[in-house]
């Protein structure tokens, strides 16, 4: 259904939800920043300046709000969930962080996916707390959440997985990625952890598609067996490897995070790894390098809301443009909190059939 022709992200705004829409998603999708969507409309024939294009997106952020807090609380419910986080350099302003060059600091965006959602969340710090009033760190948010997480290995995480209601899940890709560099350092012994990660991704690839017990069956035998070597080939080495060493550094990380590594032998719907969000990261990543930094805490905040969004079509596999253009329009007619979440995109998508 096309949106009123008078819909607006804002009462009395020039734009309509449809160029808006395409704001939104050219910025923080495909990466072009708002100085070059301004000169694009230049070569129009259409004079915008950049804080008429920065004002739509605020605008447009507060209208997506509720649709954030129901991707958060969907996420959090989520039977497995992924987090992991990426670095957003910030302008500093009054210099109390540590700095990045001049008058930038490292803020971070938290990504969590779930089973067909997604949340991004700013932290203006990587630690694990929030450290302004009101904002909320990885360990924050984990306090919100039960069952089966998956992550890294980072520190910050301890206090969360220590709890008895949360399981951790390990990311077998980070333990490959540390024998990867083993073997790129010259060390050949290093191919034989790296083979067994090989065979443990192709025995992934076979069994996708098939029921839930009969990936748990073939991962019981086929899948528990090569994990079962790799954990004797690192306990035969490592007592002759220095620990600071490429090796050492790959043997110590999978020896001392196995039960969260072999995770999911336990249950057929635990990944191998986590690359659910960091496949999201990467789209991230690609909008960081063009805008470079946020102009304040504020953008980063504005930044996690508008990659929640396009996290959720991802999942979903929406047209975000369209998706945006149809939603931002109902939401400025005003949109109870409690129906946010028929408004995501998984559910807009099945509604519309």
């Known amino acids: ?86 670095g957003l350099p910030v302008l500093d302003r009054d210099g109390t962080n540590k700095r990045v060059g001049t008058g930038k600091r490292i803020g971070s965006l938290w990504g969590c996916v779930g089973d067909d959602s997604a949340f991004y969340f700013y932290a203006s710090t990587g630690k694990k707390v929030g450290q302004r009033e009101g904002e909320i760190g ?11 997480t998956v992550a890294d290995a980072a520190t910050l995480f301890d206090k969360s997985f220590a709890r ?43 069994i996708r598609g098939l029921d839930r017990e009969a990936r748990h069956a073939e991962r019981a035998t086929k899948s528990a067996a090569v994990c079962g070597e790799l954990i ?32 999911f032998l336990d249950d057929p719907d635990i990944p191998l790894d986590n690359g659910a969000v960091e496949r999201m990261h990467v789209r991230v990543a690609l909008t960081r390098k063009n805008f470079l930094f946020a102009g304040s805490d504020a953008g980063g905040v504005r930044a996690a809301a508008v990659y929640t969004i396009l996290g959720c079509c991802m999942l979903a596999d929406v047209d975000p443009v369209a998706y945006l253009t149809d939603v931002l329009a109902r939401l400025s007619r005003r949109v109870r909190e409690a129906d ?12 519309r059939g």
């Open 164 to 206: 008895d209601d949360i399981i951790e899940c390990g990311c077998n890709m980070h333990a490959r990625r540390k024998f990867v560099a083993a073997l790129e350092a010259g060390d050949d012994r290093a191919s034989l952890p790296v083979s067994a990660y090989k065979v443990l991704y192709q025995i992934e690839d076979e």
């Open 340 to 351: 946010a979440a028929d408004l995501l995109p998984a559910s807009w998508k099945s509604a």
């Open 138 to 148: 990885p360990e924050d948010l984990l306090r919100l959440r039960k069952g089966y």
């Open 1 to 86: 259904m096309r949106a009123p022709l008078g819909d607006k992200v804002v009462q009395g705004g020039r734009m309509g939800c449809a160029l808006v829409a395409n704001l939104l998603v050219e910025k923080y999708r495909d990466g072009l920043p708002l100085h070059r969507q301004r000169d694009r409309f230049a070569r129009l024939g259409v004079e915008l300046s950049v804080s008429t294009l920065a004002d739509q997106v605020t605008w447009a952020t507060e209208l997506l709000a509720p649709l954030v807090r129901a991707a958060k609380e969907r996420t959090l419910a989520a039977k497995i969930m992924h987090i992991d986080g990426t």
């Open 232 to 263: 004797r080939w690192c306990e035969t080495h490592q007592p002759f490897e220095p620990p600071k060493s490429p090796m050492g550094g790959g043997i110590r990380y999978v020896l001392n995070h196995q039960d969260a590594l072999l995770r």
